[in-house]
């Protein structure tokens, strides 16, 4: 099976003109090859040589010109019904081009055209049976109707009706696809403003912090000089988070946004709220903390409690969870925060993503064997690499 597929797909690929005229040839040698071996000789033979010369010709035209195509071959046909019963008997190629030129009229061909050819060409074939050597009833009609002419023609119908249909669900498979491409885009674009409008916050609260802490030092320097160092020293480590935020900022397009939040910025000291909000909202969450709570960078701290959020939001919208756990663990190096539920939908998380590859970190989302969905994102404490 898996070789006839291979066949088949390489076939499929073969230009179409190249594929009929490799048909037309072959019908034609291998009609030559029977009249060879036939009896008959003279003028009955000769004709039967260029009735089979024009079947060829006939199928290399059934999809550039398929009523032409069907007309030639049905010419032919009744064109061999009338030569020597010697050949006529002999020859089965005329019923294999006659078959393969239906079926190619209804594939190529629709509506008053295709009905207009399958007249004339039924026209011709029922005057081919009628004038034969041979006795012919109403059942020979009605079968060269229905087998000779409207089959084929049914079954090339059928056979476009599905490659249209086929067509028409590619194009709107490729039209989702770019759609939800746009979707993605915009959802990062959108995400990398809201991550450059907070940074904005937590540096201008460091920055502010720092001025606040200076003004100390200047004041406590001459009066208590140990007050004045620890007030420098806080100095010193304000500005480094904040230069660490800086770096990340820099690696961020954010466009100018009037509504720039003035509350304090969430963190996971807040998470037992966002907890109760999610359990008000229908989803009992369960949180648990592992390691000594300790001191995280701002930017850090941010992209932690949004990574809990987003989770939360998606199993509260799948409306399929019907309870969560979120799991914290301050390690020396990290902190790592992990959501479970035994629903929702974890995938497609691109501004969860962004934030956590904007800080150097890990992210893990998808569906666990046990049922249900995780998240789980790792964020080394020294934020953003440099």
């Known amino acids: 099976m898996h070789r006839l597929a291979a066949l088949a797909a390489r076939a499929r690929r073969i230009d179409p003109w190249r594929l009929d005229v490799a048909i037309g040839l ?6 030559q090859l029977e ?34 195509s069907a007309l030639v071959v049905f010419a032919c046909y009744f064109a061999t019904s009338q030569l020597d019963a010697s050949i006529s008997e002999s020859l089965l190629l005329p019923f294999f081009a006659l ?11 629709a509506g008053w055209r295709l009905a207009v050819a399958a007249l004339a060409v039924l026209g011709v074939a029922e005057t081919a049976v009628l004038v034969d050597d041979y006795d012919d009833d109403v059942g020979n009609l009605v079968f060269t109707a229905l087998v000779l002419v409207g089959a084929p023609i049914m079954v090339g119908r059928a056979v476009a009706q599905r490659a249209e249909l086929s067509r028409t669900l590619r194009v709107r498979a490729e039209q989702l696809e770019r759609e939800r491409s746009d979707r993605a885009e915009a959802a990062v674009l959108e995400e990398r403003t809201r991550i450059a409008g907070e940074l904005h916050d937590v540096i201008a609260h460091a920055l502010g912090a720092m001025v606040v802490q200076a003004s100390a030092a200047h004041r406590l320097a001459e009066r208590d000089p140990a007050r004045a160092g620890e007030a420098f020293a806080a100095i010193e480590a304000t500005g480094r988070d904040a ?26 000291t807040h998470l037992s709220t966002l907890v109760r909000r999610a359990s008000a909202a229908g989803l009992p969450v369960e949180l648990a903390v592992e390691g000594e709570r300790r001191a995280v960078p701002a930017g850090v701290d941010l ?7 987003e989770a939360l939001g998606r199993a509260l919208d799948g409306g399929s969870a019907g309870r969560a756990v979120v799991r914290v663990r301050y390690d020396a190096d990290a ?23 904007l800080y150097g970190g890990e992210l893990l989302a998808g569906r666990r064997r046990e049922g249900g969905h995780t998240v789980r994102v790792r964020l080394p404490l020294a934020g953003a690499p440099a």
């Open 335 to 357: 902190v790592e925060v992990t959501v479970d539920d035994d629903g929702g939908d974890a995938r497609g998380l691109p501004g969860v993503r962004e934030r956590v590859a």
């Open 35 to 68: 009249l060879t071996l036939t009896s008959a000789t003279g003028g009955d033979l000769l004709a039967a040589r260029v009735v089979v010369a024009l079947l060829g010709a006939g199928l290399i035209l059934r999809r550039r010109a398929p009523v032409v």
């Open 303 to 309: 992209v932690a409690y949004r990574v809990v959020q």
């Open 99 to 109: 078959f393969v030129s239906v079926y190619s009229l209804g594939r190529y061909v």
């Open 26 to 31: 072959v019908v034609a040698v291998e009609g």
């Open 243 to 268: 230069l660490t935020e800086m770096r990340a900022l820099l690696g961020v397009l954010r466009r100018e946004d009037d509504g720039i939040a003035l509350d304090p910025q969430p963190s996971l």
